[in-house]
């Protein structure tokens, strides 16, 4: 038999568990559950155990302002990221609500009953309103180019997204093909044990060094609450990467002199720097990689590991061999090439009947889809910490979900067929983003169909968003004709 809700969240992750948190609290009334695919909560952090994995957004940001993050340590590792996220389950209490090994298969929407059919396979739920917090990676697959001749290759191989937990690498020569967040953190904790770690990439990355420990809140913590600490730490954090992510737009050659000059300064040669960290595009026309307390450069300028710009013939028995003609050797290749991203979890979304394309919809305030009722789906910053847009867009759904229910609303639609013209929902120019656009519902140019990648912006705006705005409101037949 189909269990009936008010309200299902898909996935316990970091959004998943904050979107449970907040439902608690300002519809305590409302009957929900979460949906986990997996045995365990975390999402991502779960997801992922590659050595060293940490986050790549600062701590204080990253976290919910409902939950202080405690520790001065700004860039924290995937063991303590996934405490924080069991702590807001156990004191919400979600957890009991978790129904864990639950994947989501298909939600169908049905007009004339004015709910949601999700079969998963745990069973099959009812719910009025339906909320995705699946992120956007795809869990099942990393993303892989073809490797000629991997075959070949006599040691091991492996994807991060899929660690083996008995993998030694101690004294081996490990080659990390990649130069996006997951290989710079791979290679300084690789370097840690291994003989020698080559960081391979075809281009270079910008990076960006940041402190693992932030000393201004260790100091305000022994002295202050833990919430005191979290609003200050968090605004001034918010306050620099946004003022230089507008720096970067605005003056992307004084961006460029900055991030060049950390780089030669802790690495000590200017010629090196302009080989291996001198992108051909502007900073946050892709993500910055951020390293902490620069031990990336650390280990390279140590002799313990090393930076190869070049492209792959293909790999032989005794490591990789490059267009160049060299080989580099290796006991252990590491493909840390990317992800897949995925919309909605990959769920098949139907109404009435018909099948809904998220690649053909666009994004209403950046977490409806166009002419899709009672859905709505979260998707982070690409140029700040993901949970500051996830918490708005949870505290939006709060507001829409108090709104329906002041007003006797069973139904929100965003409007079918948004005006005017079209652009990416994730206006970047990663390789994992290009490759997943047609994925992704689009965006308009004006509000509400618009995401403005702005915190400050959205955290004034969002509260005082109209929610009427090109959205049709609607209740359920037997209460029309009660009233008539």
């Not at 081996?172 to 290989?183: D, E, F, L, N, Y």
């Not at 892709?286 to 792959?312: E, K, N």
Request: one cysteine or more.
């Amino acid at each position: 038999m189909a269990e009936h809700l008010d309200v299902l969240i898909v996935g316990a992750g970091l959004s998943g568990v904050g979107a449970a948190w907040r439902l608690t609290r300002e519809h305590p009334e409302r009957s929900f559950a979460v949906l986990e695919a997996r045995a365990a909560l975390g999402g991502t952090w779960d997801l992922f155990r590659y050595p060293g994995v940490r986050s790549d957004s600062d701590m204080f940001t990253m976290s919910y302002p409902f939950k202080p993050w405690r520790s001065d340590r700004s860039l924290a590792d995937g063991e303590s990221i996934r405490t924080y996220i069991r702590q807001i389950a156990e004191d919400g209490p979600i957890l009991p609500r978790i129904r864990f090994d639950t994947k989501v298969l298909t939600a169908a929407w049905s007009s004339e009953e004015q709910r949601w059919t999700v079969e998963t396979t745990g069973g099959t739920y009812v719910c009025r309103f339906l909320y995705c917090c699946t992120g956007y990676y795809d869990y099942d697959r990393g993303y892989e180019p073809e490797f000629p001749g991997r075959e070949d290759f006599a040691g091991d191989f492996v994807h991060p997204q899929f660690w083996p937990a008995d993998l030694d690498t101690r004294g081996k020569r490990i080659v990390v093909i990649g130069s996006g967040a997951t290989a710079v953190t791979l290679v300084p904790t690789l370097a840690g044990t291994a003989g020698h770690v080559t960081m391979l990439q075809r281009s270079p990355t910008y990076m960006a060094i940041l402190p693992a420990r932030d000393k201004m809140a260790a100091a305000m913590m022994r002295k202050l609450p833990a919430g005191v600490v979290h609003r200050v730490i968090r605004a001034r954090n918010v306050a620099v990467s946004q003022g230089f992510y507008q720096l970067a737009r605005r003056r992307p050659e004084r961006a460029r002199a900055i991030l060049r000059k950390f780089a030669v300064g802790r690495l000590g040669d200017e010629a090196y720097v302009d080989t291996h960290f001198k992108p051909a595009y502007d900073p946050w026309d892709q993500r910055l990689c951020v390293i902490p307390d620069g031990d990336l450069y650390d280990v390279i300028r140590s002799g313990r590991a090393s930076v190869v710009t070049d492209t792959i013939d293909r790999l032989v028995p005794e490591g990789v061999r490059l267009s160049s003609g060299t080989t580099i050797p290796a006991d252990v290749v590491v493909s840390a090439t990317g992800l897949r991203l995925l919309a909605v979890g990959g769920i098949r979304v139907t109404v009435d009947g018909t099948a809904v394309n998220p690649g053909e919809q666009v994004a209403y305030r950046g977490m409806m889809f166009s002419g899709v009722p009672n859905l709505a789906f979260c998707i982070g910053y690409t140029n700040a910490s993901w949970t500051l847009r996830a918490d708005l867009s949870h505290r939006y759904v709060m507001r829409l979900l108090t709104f329906m229910n002041r007003n006797g609303y069973t139904v929100a639609r965003p409007d079918a067929k948004p005006p005017g013209p079209r652009r990416p929902l994730l206006d970047f120019t990663s390789g994992y983003v290009q490759r997943a656009l047609s994925l992704f519902p689009q965006q308009g140019t004006r509000d509400p169909w618009t995401i403005k990648q702005n915190y400050v912006y959205d955290l004034i705006r969002s509260p005082r968003a109209d929610l009427r705005r090109n959205m049709t409101f609607s209740r359920e037949r037997t209460r029309v004709g009660a009233a008539a």
